[in-house]
C-alpha cells in the first residue's frame, strides 16, 4: 500500500479521480456554468488562470476518464521508475498546461479539458527515452534540427492516427512533441540530464 501511495501516477490517477467527483457534483447540482469556469480552459483563461492547471486533471464524463486513466496506466508506470516523483508531476502539469495553451491559442475559439496531452508527453519520452530509440538516433548521427525534424513528423502521425472528432489535435501533437523532445534529452532521468539532440560530428540542418 504505502508504495503505491508513493507512485506519481497513482497519486495522478487520485487527483483526477477527485476533480472528476468535484465536476460531476457541480453539473448534477445544474451547476454547469461554475463547471466551465473552474475546470475548463477556454480563449478567456488569463482570466481564469487556475484552469491552466484544474483542466489537465478533469475530463468531460466517464469514458474520457476511462480512457485516459488506462493511458496514463500503461506509460506512466513505466517513466516513473526512472525519475523522482517530483519531476514527474512538474513533467506532467507542464507538458499538460503547454498544450492545452497550443490548442487554444492556435484554434480560436477552443475550449480543452483532459489529461491527454500530459499524457501524450509520457508516450512521447517513453517512445524517444529508451535506449533502443537513443541508440538509433546516435547512430544515424541527425543534426539537432534533423532531430527536431524527425520528432516533428512522427508527432504528426500519431495525432493523425489518433485523431476522432472532438479530439484536441492540436493538444496531441504538441503533447506528443513535447515528450520525444524531452524523452531524447532524458530530461526526468534522475543525474545531469543530456542533451542528446546536440551532435557535434553530424550534417548541418
Not at 24 to 52: C, N, Y
Not at 149 to 155: E, G, K, S
Not at 170 to 176: R, S, Y
Amino acid at each position: 500500500m504505502g508504495r503505491l501511495a508513493g507512485s506519481p501516477t497513482v497519486q495522478t490517477l487520485a487527483i483526477m479521480a477527485v476533480v472528476f467527483v468535484v465536476n460531476e457534483a457541480t453539473k448534477l447540482l445544474g451547476l454547469l456554468g461554475l463547471s466551465q469556469f473552474l475546470f475548463v480552459l477556454g480563449p478567456t483563461f488569463p482570466l481564469r488562470p487556475w484552469s491552466l492547471i484544474t483542466s489537465v486533471y478533469a475530463h468531460a464524463g466517464p469514458a474520457h476518464l476511462v480512457s485516459n486513466a488506462i493511458m496514463l496506466v500503461l506509460v506512466g508506470l513505466i517513466v516513473e521508475r526512472s525519475t523522482t516523483w517530483f519531476r514527474y508531476h512538474v513533467f506532467f502539469i507542464t507538458t499538460g498546461v503547454l498544450a492545452g495553451l497550443a490548442q487554444v491559442m492556435l484554434l480560436p475559439g477552443s475550449r480543452v479539458l483532459g489529461a491527454s496531452g500530459a499524457i501524450f508527453a509520457l508516450l512521447g519520452y517513453v517512445v524517444a527515452g529508451n535506449p533502443v530509440s537513443g541508440s538509433v538516433l546516435d547512430v544515424l548521427r541527425l543534426s539537432r534540427r534533423a532531430q527536431i525534424a524527425l520528432f516533428a513528423v512522427l508527432a504528426i502521425v500519431v495525432t493523425v492516427l489518433t485523431g476522432a472528432p472532438g479530439v484536441a489535435l492540436v493538444a496531441h501533437f504538441t503533447g506528443f512533441l513535447l515528450g520525444l523532445l524531452a524523452g531524447r534529452m532524458g530530461l526526468l532521468a534522475v543525474g545531469e540530464p543530456r542533451d542528446r539532440t546536440q551532435v557535434t560530428s553530424g550534417p548541418p540542418g
